[in-house]
């Protein structure tokens, strides 16, 4: 089992009971879109926030990202670190239908995938970088503000194992975390080959 010391963040019961299975630590669910009217629950993630910084794990749908995005407004970014589930489609056991976007939640991820997501996002990678990926190499490599930008980068996201909703500025700062230049260019070599192949 995995540990960390930061406090994950999560949207409800179940993807609590999904994390625990895999990593050993604080977890703290929102209710969803409860938060938004708990200021009790605000001030305990502001609280882990300041004593160890917290980890928000949502789902890859819209509403997901709207948790994710409604934290970001009253934490330091500084104190926060960004796991992103890929977008799997399908449907969870204990549900009769899929969500409205079709995509699994946390709770229907497997445990493999979840760990992967972690280290994914840098919040279990030990190697530090000496170089840093910056806006300027996204435009230079035809991800960020160029023709055709748009769906290079999402291939990369696929590539990536990260949900197709993360900004640009979100995929930096993933890149920085957990890549190196060098395995940036060698992941959008294969993607352009593949599409090629295809």
């Given amino acids: 089992m995995l540990y960390t010391d930061k406090a994950i963040i999560v949207e409800g019961k179940y993807d609590k009971i999904k994390l625990s299975s895999v990593?050993?630590?604080?977890?703290?669910?929102?209710n969803g879109f409860e938060l938004y009217k708990n200021e009790e629950k605000?001030?305990?993630?502001?609280?882990?926030?300041?004593?160890?910084?917290?980890?928000?794990?949502?789902?890859?749908?819209?509403?997901?990202?709207?948790?994710?995005?409604?934290?970001?407004?009253?934490?330091?970014s500084d104190k926060i670190t960004n796991v992103y589930i890929p977008d799997v489609f399908g449907k969870e056991k204990r549900k009769d239908?899929?969500?409205?976007?079709?995509?699994?939640?946390?709770?229907?991820?497997?445990?493999?995938?979840?760990?992967?997501?972690?280290?994914?996002?840098?919040?279990?990678?030990?190697?530090?970088?000496?170089e840093s990926i910056t806006s300027i190499d996204l435009y230079d490599l035809g991800?960020?503000?160029?023709?055709?930008?748009?769906?290079?980068?999402?291939?990369?996201?696929k590539a990536l194992g990260l949900p197709e909703l993360v900004s640009t500025k979100a995929m930096l700062d993933v890149l920085n975390k957990c890549y190196s230049m060098d395995e940036l260019t060698k992941a959008l070599r294969k993607i352009s080959s593949d599409m090629n192949n295809t």
């Fill in 97 to 130: 239908k899929p969500s409205k976007e079709g995509k699994l939640g946390v709770e229907g991820i497997s445990a493999e995938i979840l760990i992967k997501a972690f280290k994914s996002s840098g919040a279990l990678c030990s190697k530090k970088r000496n």
């Fill in 42 to 76: 605000r001030r305990l993630i502001k609280f882990y926030a300041e004593k160890s910084g917290i980890i928000i794990l949502t789902d890859s749908d819209t509403a997901g990202f709207q948790i994710r995005n409604y934290i970001k407004s009253f934490v330091d």
């Fill in 143 to 157: 991800l960020a503000g160029t023709k055709g930008a748009n769906s290079k980068r999402k291939a990369l996201l």
């Fill in 23 to 30: 990593i050993e630590g604080v977890i703290i669910q929102t």
